[in-house]
T-cell receptor, first 112, second 116 residues
Framework: QQPVQSPQAVILREGEDAVINCSSSKALYSVHWYRQKHGEAPVFLMI?????EQKGHEKISASFNEKKQQSSLYLTASQLSYSGTYFC?????????????FGQGTRLTINP | DAGITQSPRHKVTETGTPVTLRCHQTENHRYMYWYRQDPGHGLRLIHY???????DKGEVSDGYSVSRSKTEDFLLTLESATSSQTSVYFCAIRSGLLGNSYNEQFFGPGTRLTVL
């Protein structure tokens, strides 16, 4: 079942902070975050694993609440380059193929 | 960019015609995926492959077939294209560069398919 992202869209001024949430109805093993700019492919940002491990982008942080089956992506002191649509992808168990189910996306607009 | 290319990048075709999209990777990754992206739906998995001649269905596999005869190529075929298959199609590979547990995926540039 598709995870739910919130908000669906957000508009910020450069330098402001944003939080994007991803919520699943299923128990999760991992959460992946991607950013996609218009007309381009999704780009991997970071991955969070059950148990607290995470790896990815140096300037973007995220959290993973296993009990609530939720993840949040934190964009602090946003830059113009942060604009785009953010997707979370979730995987319920550790499995070879690691099939991901993606949320519907959150569109982030950063204005000067 | 993980060495992934897709061809064609754009295609317009008519209802009922067969269409094959190609995904090519240069880094010998075992796992490959085909997704479609439509407004309001995010990315949805069509089929995936876990090795040569080893494939399985995703959540939206009806009307699509795949083949993988070589590690580097993963083909997606629409046997008889319909207007509902108008979409942007992305191929992805599972990198594994961060370690075996991480399974991050990297995407190709996409193919925009229009079925009239």
């Amino acid at each position: 079942q598709q995870p739910v992202q919130s908000p669906q869209a957000v508009i910020l001024r450069e330098g402001e902070d944003a939080v994007i949430n991803c919520s699943s109805s299923k128990a999760l093993y991992s959460v992946h975050w991607y950013r996609q700019k218009h007309g381009e492919a999704p780009v991997f940002l970071m991955i969070l694993l059950k148990g607290g491990e995470q790896k990815g982008h140096e300037k973007i942080s995220a959290s993973f609440n296993e009990k609530k089956q939720q993840s949040s992506l934190y964009l602090t002191a946003s830059q113009l380059s942060y604009s785009g649509t953010y997707f979370c992808g979730t995987a319920p168990i550790i499995q070879g193929a690691q099939k991901l189910v993606f949320g519907q996306g959150t569109r982030l607009t950063i204005n000067p | 960019d993980a060495g992934i290319t897709q061809s064609p990048r754009h295609k317009v075709t008519e209802t009922g015609t067969p269409v094959t999209l190609r995904c090519h990777q240069t880094e010998n990754h075992r796992y490959m995926y085909w997704y479609r992206q439509d407004p309001g739906h995010g990315l949805r998995l069509i089929h995936y492959s876990y090795g040569v001649k080893d494939t399985d269905k995703g959540e939206v596999s009806d009307g699509y077939s795949v083949s993988r005869s070589k590690t580097e190529d993963f083909l997606l075929t629409l046997e008889s294209a319909t207007s509902s298959q108008t979409s942007v199609y992305f191929c992805a590979i599972r990198s594994g560069l961060l370690g075996n547990s991480y399974n991050e995926q990297f995407f190709g540039p996409g193919t925009r398919l229009t079925v009239l």
